[in-house]
């Protein structure tokens, strides 16, 4: 293989993700309802969002789905609903989006950072034991790159302190962990239907599943300006609602994402044959117990910077998840470097290879070949 100059021609061009290929499938039916939505004006708690809040539960198999603006959103009122307060801690992985611990602190209390596994990159029950104190409010589990954390090892260690369980279940919408779909586990979960999500949007969307009626009943208050009625105001609460039009176009999606998922499960065990016996390359595995939905494909490589930028020159538009754990971020540097190992470790070396339910085996092998191009390997 040359290692010259590539010429990228419109099929070795690989995005990360491919929207524009999901709506095909769902166009017609969304223009359709669409359609309806408009011709009533229904913009804001039209009938498709009880339908989809209803198909979504019924999907992960939760009680209750409560709609919202966005995934940040969803997880600030799970942990306000769950009891959450100012000054509390919350124990999450360092390695995380930025909005886990966002949702933490727009309450005033306190993200608790840990350390998270050095295979699966998930949140480490070991660590999360030796962050308790009396202080400790709630325990958020991140389910990353559609895995599902070690629940089992999580609950007693929430039961313990006393504390309740949150899930952010943004990545992991099909996923499970012994036949038990993530974000049923703790008292409540916030996920995102942000547009690259595995269900995705047309623009922000989020929901908070739980099997409480209580916290459900909260959650829709706080997201409603804390008022159950017109005017009148029993708490202090928030504008988040999931609004008629992305309801309607995560309800058309909800019906594909089944198949979706196994497609992506598909892609991926694809990938790890393409690149099984590549040197320089550490692959994902699944961990035992659970069916991922493989929202992301992330390898680890050494010098991942420039590998990440040789394939962005041939048309692979590879990415990170993500390059700066919480606590070495600019809002959040208050741990000295080397506080989490495994996942500032990580940090440097995760690289996320193009991966969406359409992906065809073309694509697949053209980024295997580059990959091992961008190594040095050939």
Request: glycine share 10%; hydrophobic share 40%.
């Amino acid at each position: 293989m040359s290692t010259g100059t590539r010429t990228i021609t419109e099929h070795q061009s690989v995005p990360l993700v491919d929207l524009a290929a999901q709506q095909v499938e769902v166009h017609e039916e969304v223009m359709a309802e669409l359609g309806d939505v408009f011709t009533r004006a229904s913009f804001i708690g039209g009938s498709a969002v009880q339908e989809f809040e209803q198909a979504y539960a019924g999907f992960i198999g939760s009680q209750h789905c409560v709609g919202v603006a966005n995934g940040t959103d969803a997880l600030e009122l799970a942990l306000r609903a769950g009891g959450v307060t100012a000054g509390g801690e919350v124990i999450l992985p360092a390695n995380t989006f930025i909005a886990t611990a966002e949702a933490v602190s727009r309450i005033g209390a306190n993200p608790v950072p840990v350390d998270v596994d050095p295979e699966y990159l998930l949140i480490d029950p070991d660590a999360v034991a030796d962050a308790l104190t009396p202080r400790t409010q709630a325990i958020v589990p991140v389910h990353l790159f559609g895995q599902t954390a070690f629940m089992e090892r999580l609950q007693p260690l929430a039961d313990f302190s006393g504390s309740v369980i949150i899930e952010d279940a943004a990545q992991s919408q099909g996923a499970t962990r012994h036949g038990k779909s993530a974000g049923t586990f703790g008292l409540a979960a916030g996920t995102s239907f942000y547009p690259g999500k595995n269900l995705g949007a047309a623009g922000d969307a989020g929901g908070v599943l739980t099997d409480d009626e209580d916290v459900a009943a909260r959650v829709r208050l706080l997201g409603a300006h804390g008022s159950a009625h017109k005017y009148r105001h029993d708490a202090i609460g928030m504008n988040s609602r999931l609004d008629t039009v992305q309801a309607v176009v995560l309800k058309a999606k909800l019906k594909k994402l089944a198949d979706w998922n196994q497609r992506r499960r598909d892609a991926a065990t694809r990938y790890t044959t393409l690149l099984n016996g590549l040197s320089g390359v550490e692959l994902p595995t699944e961990a035992p117990g659970n069916v991922d939905v493989w929202h992301l494909y992330v390898v680890r490589v050494n010098d991942r910077d420039s590998v990440l930028e040789r394939l962005h020159s041939v048309g692979v538009q590879a990415g990170i998840h993500y390059p700066v754990p919480v606590h070495r971020s600019g809002a959040y540097a208050s741990h000295t470097p080397g506080s989490f190992p495994v996942a500032e470790a990580a940090a440097g070396r995760i690289l996320s290879l193009p991966l969406f339910p359409h992906i065809t085996v073309v694509q697949q092998e053209y980024v295997a070949e580059q990959l091992e191009w961008a190594l040095g390997q050939s």
